[in-house]
């Protein structure tokens, strides 16, 4: 699976949008970009997921760029409870074999009050 | 509704023990998966299971880990021989469907964190 970076840590005030970005610049034309958040103590909770227009969602937004390369997942006014570290993953949209999510090191999202 | 359960929620064991961890997957998902995660590290698929077909091991560690599912429902994961590296949370997840071409979402439990003294 292609590979995807992200940076370690990001930090943000309370009611402000936030921009989490991810870079994938192997992505192939079937590759979906899915995002996940994981809360402290918790599992991975499912956020949004888009293969190339834009897409919105009561929890966020993932602008991705023309050329696919990145993407952008936005929190349009951030909560001390999105502090979580947030994994953007691609995943084949067609083939067999294993379809587990492949996660790296995702992003640390920190929220002051 | 109900999500994915899991338990034990904690499970503390010596070396060289076998230890058996269970999940819950949703009503009517079809596909089950488990991954671990060991402290400070990034989740690792371990094995996935889809409807009746044979499971995918292919992230399973060692052949001390091994997996079951019976009906299509309940799975557990077994780990023979507990070795202090196996210590991690152990997370299972499920989903309406499975396979690359099918999107899904992945429903995760809360885990089961397993310490190997």
């Known amino acids: 699976d292609a590979k995807t970076t992200q940076p370690n840590s990001m930090e943000s005030n309370e009611e402000e949008p936030v921009h989490l970005p991810c870079n994938h610049s192997t992505i192939s034309g079937t590759d979906y970009i899915h995002w996940y958040r994981q809360l402290p103590s918790q599992g991975p909770e499912y956020v949004i997921h888009g293969l190339t227009s834009n897409v919105n969602n009561r929890m966020a937004s993932l602008a991705i760029a023309e050329d696919r390369k990145s993407s952008t997942l936005i929190l349009h006014r951030a909560t001390l409870r999105d502090a979580a570290v947030y994994y953007c993953?691609?995943?084949?949209?067609?083939?067999?074999?294993?379809?587990?999510?492949?996660f790296g090191k995702g992003t640390h999202l920190i929220i002051q009050p | 509704g109900a999500g994915v359960s899991q338990s034990p929620s904690n499970k503390v064991t010596e070396k060289g023990k076998d230890v058996e961890l269970r999940c819950d997957p949703i009503?009517?998902?079809?596909?089950l998966y488990w991954y671990r995660q060991s402290l400070g590290q990034g989740l690792e698929f371990l094995i996935y299971?889809?409807?009746?077909?044979?499971p995918d091991k292919s992230g399973l560690p060692s052949d001390r880990f091994s997996a079951e599912r019976t009906g299509g429902s309940v799975s557990t994961l077994t780990i023979q021989r507990t070795q202090q590296e196996d210590s991690a949370v152990y997370l299972c997840?499920?989903?309406w469907g499975g396979g690359r071409g099918y999107y899904n979402e992945q429903f995760f439990g809360p885990g089961t964190r397993l310490t190997v003294l």
């Open positions: 997840a499920s989903s």
């Open positions: 299971f889809q409807g009746n077909s044979a």
């Open positions: 009503s009517g998902h079809t596909a």
């Open positions: 993953i691609l995943r084949v949209g067609s083939g067999g074999g294993a379809d587990g999510l492949t």
